[in-house]
């Protein structure tokens, strides 16, 4: 047997190095200034495939934002249980709330066709973080650069 790895997925082997994603395809930066758009675009197959991806987070975080709902109310948990089991399904349905929010923005790009390209400066972004999130708004630079911006106090 040459491997047992029948399911092939692509992101299985960029998980092991997704840490550091994105720092070799800066490459195309040293030689310049005639980036454009076209360079890295994503395949139709690779959009389709991305759009069933945030499709099913979206129905994924609908869910789980119905299921917070259904759940006692926080204050109730405060009184009944403990305080921070309340505080977690709080910050859980904060959260469910952003990445749906970021999934439908995702999903409108794809619409319009504007999916794929960096907010800040318009460049592609790597077809390979756009698979691990789908709903990236910023390239890896510039991503890095914001949270070292926003240092801890924000996200
Ligand atoms: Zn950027």
New binding site residues.
Partial sequence: MVNHQTIGDRDTYLDDHGTHLGDRETHVDDHGTHLDDRAVRLSPEDLAALQENLREQRLFRQEQLRQIAAAPRAEELLRRRSAGQAEVHVKLAASARMVLADVEAALRRIAEGSYG???????P?DRERLMIVPQAR??????Q?RYRRTGEAGR
């Fill in positions: 390209s960096c907010h800040l400066c318009r460049r972004v910023y390239c890896a630079p510039c991503q650069a």
